[in-house]
């Protein structure tokens, strides 16, 4: 059994007397996508939080290739190579590609005797980056980052995490807000990512995505870890009624088709209305 | 949108890669945010040079909107570079008399060498942009009201020392003929010698902003502020030496005003303050933050100084000038954001079509 590369031990946080994660242990493998499901509060954005040194966990140990690791700031985690892409993929709407792609480590030139930014080194890199990723259709790095799908933009942010050398990459929510082709492109992006070796941790609530990309899988509810399996252990809907809380999905459905089975009959009050 | 996006690729793959050149084609020119605020100034340009006269469009009158589109240029800039990293330095409204009253106390009423009270001047925007600076780091307060703070602050801080310190809100200063020369002459009799400052303040803030690390820092500064602390830039940093070069700025202006006039007053600037906003806004700059150019601000600079000097030019009424400047503002920003969202929208498609 080789060493993961990312292991999580016995994680505790709470913020105040508020218990927000018990007891999360984890393991990612290089090539491996590790999915984290869970409905919204059931703690995955603390977990994420966490992962990328925004906060510090009350107690619990993280290690990365067998040693152990803390980290003091989001700046600290990513140069221990861990990335986080958020939902909306780049934050600098306003900024061109290059730019964005480059920001806080902009590549520079000599210019007599100055060091300038190298726009034009950086805006190759960018776009040849993004076309690995199989974003073809941008060809000028100069184009403005709002101006890019949103499927683009996240494959902008992760192209940037693979360029700078990410051995994890953390997808917050990547397919949330995108339409059904876009979401399907960044998945075979998830996928392209995972073949580079990098370990992918995709959070979403989306259980039809993380079945598709997905090595590995943990539920999170109400932060703790209500199930950790691999692929093909589990079904489909028993995911979803993981997530939901079992029972409480069971239920919840037959409230829906008890609401359904009234809206049927033609609505009274509509009609008066027209 | 999402369907363009996946039946592209197949397109432009087998096209041949688009020549870069460095030169921007004239679709993307046309792109350029900046196109609204050079409509904008070409627009008050013919509009005054119509109903101005031949006096506006001579020399004279050239100088007259210069001389004001100098002096403002000259703070607009740096408070243009705090605007796109997110911020406003309202309090350059106190920094130019506190500097002229400092020159002319120094150099005036106790009589010290000219150097001393200009290095002092200066040394005092500095250290009030240190001030604001830190202040809006630690506290966490909008730079607004840090700044709106400093401004009161600091005007009567200058008054009571003034008045402490030489008896009057008025002070006279003797400059010698390379003081006047460097800081506060008029070129053929018309052209203020800030002109050339400004010229060469645009050259220095054009190049941080577009070819140096420091310009990305800000842009991504005003985008997202943490995002851009979590990508390794110094925010701290940044922020204070953006708060520093503002209170430079508009402490050389009241520097140079002082040996300009020969004399500092305590209540002088306080028009400045929008000013500088409205110069900024016109030229293209986000209030918000994370977007703007040197090009605008340049040219929203020109905008409102013809506007504020051709009105006099006109058989208008100068009451009128505000009420211009309102609308002028007004219709720019909305000018602007059209031609922002056509930035956003530019795709290399529209290129293509462009040539075929």
């Keep these: 059994m080789t060493t993961p590369l990312l292991r999580l031990a016995g994680i505790n946080k709470s913020f105040g007397p508020i218990d927000v994660l018990h007891d999360i242990s984890l393991e990612v493998n290089r090539g491996e996508v590790l999915c984290l499901l869970g409905d919204n509060g059931a703690g995955k954005s603390t977990l994420i939080k966490i992962l990328s040194g925004v906060h510090k966990p009350t107690s619990g140990t ?7 690791v803390a980290f003091d700031s989001p700046r600290d985690a990513s140069d221990h190579g861990i990335a986080t892409v958020h939902q909306f993929g780049g934050t600098f709407p306003l900024m061109s590609i290059g730019r964005s792609f480059f920001v806080g480590a902009e590549p520079t030139r000599r210019w007599g005797p100055l060091t300038i930014y190298d726009r034009k080194r950086a805006n190759e890199i960018a776009v040849t980056e993004m076309r690995q990723l199989g974003i073809t259709r941008i060809d000028d790095g100069d184009r403005l980052v709002g101006g890019l799908s949103g499927g683009e933009r996240q494959a902008l942010a992760i192209a940037r995490a693979v360029h700078f050398g ?23 992006i998830v996928l392209q990512a995972r073949r580079k070796g990098i370990a992918v941790i995709f959070i979403t609530h989306n259980v039809v ?3 598709t990309v997905g090595d590995h899988f943990a539920v999170l509810i109400r932060g703790a870890k209500a199930a950790d399996f691999r692929k093909g252990e589990k079904s489909r809907e028993a995911i979803t009624d ?33 | ?32 945010p900046e196109v609204g605020s050079l409509i904008g100034m070409i627009a008050v340009l013919v509009f005054f040079s119509i109903f101005g006269g031949a006096n506006f469009m001579s020399a004279g009158g050239a100088a007259s909107w ?28 106190s920094m130019i008399p506190a500097s002229s009253m400092t020159i002319a106390i120094i150099s005036g009423h106790y009589g010290l060498p000219i150097i001393v009270g200009i290095l002092a001047a200066l040394a005092l925007g500095l250290i009030v942009g240190f001030i604001n600076g830190v202040l809006v780091i630690h506290t966490k307060v909008p730079s607004f009201v840090v700044t709106l703070a400093t401004l009161f602050a600091l005007a009567g801080l200058t008054l009571g020392l003034s008045i402490i310190l030489s008896g009057s809100t008025s002070v006279a200063l003797k400059s010698g003929p390379i003081a006047k020369l460097v800081f506060g002459d008029y070129l053929g009799g018309k052209f203020q010698v800030t002109l050339f400052w400004w010229i060469a303040i645009v050259l220095i803030v054009g190049f941080i902003l577009n070819f140096s690390r420091f310009g990305n820092w800000i842009l991504a500064m005003g ?12 925010t701290d940093r940044v922020t204070i030496a953006l708060f520093m070069s503002s209170g430079l700025c508009a402490a050389f202006v009241g520097m140079s005003q002082a040996i300009l006039y020969n004399s500092a007053q305590v209540a002088a600037g306080q028009s400045f303050i929008f000013n500088s906003i409205i110069a900024v806004v ?12 040197v090009v605008g601000i340049v040219l929203g600079t020109l905008t409102f100084s013809i506007v504020n000097q051709g009105i006099f030019y006109t058989g208008f009424d100068a009451n009128w000038a505000s009420l211009i400047i309102g609308v002028l503002l007004l219709a720019a920003v909305l000018m602007n954001n059209t031609f922002r969202n056509m930035a956003l929208t530019y795709a290399p498609r529209s290129k293509s079509r462009a040539r075929s």
């Design chain 2, 1 to 32: 949108m999402t369907s363009q996006a996946h039946d592209q690729p197949a397109v432009v793959a087998t096209a041949p890669p688009a020549p870069h050149s460095s030169m921007p084609s004239i679709g993307s020119l046309v792109r350029r």
């Design chain 1, 242 to 274: 993981l997530m939901a809380g079992g029972e409480q999905m069971a239920e919840l459905e037959a409230e829906i088709e008890s609401f359904s089975a009234t809206d049927d009959r033609p609505a009274p009050h509509g009609a008066s209305h027209a």
């Design chain 1, 62 to 68: 993280m290690e990365m290739d067998g040693k152990a």
């Design chain 2, 223 to 234: 985008g997202d502020a943490v995002s851009a602390r979590n990508a390794g830039i110094p």
């Design chain 2, 282 to 293: 016109i030229g293209g700059v986000l209030l918000t933050g994370g977007y703007g150019s």
């Design chain 1, 166 to 188: 990410a051995s994890v990459l953390i997808l917050d929510e990547p397919t949330a807000a995108l339409g059904v082709k876009e979401a399907a492109h960044v998945l075979r």
């Design chain 1, 209 to 211: 995505h993380a079945l």
């Design chain 2, 66 to 93: 210069l001389n004001v589109a100098s002096e403002l240029g000259i703070i607009a800039l740096p408070v243009g570079l705090l605007m796109i990293a997110g911020h406003l330095d309202l309090s350059v409204g």
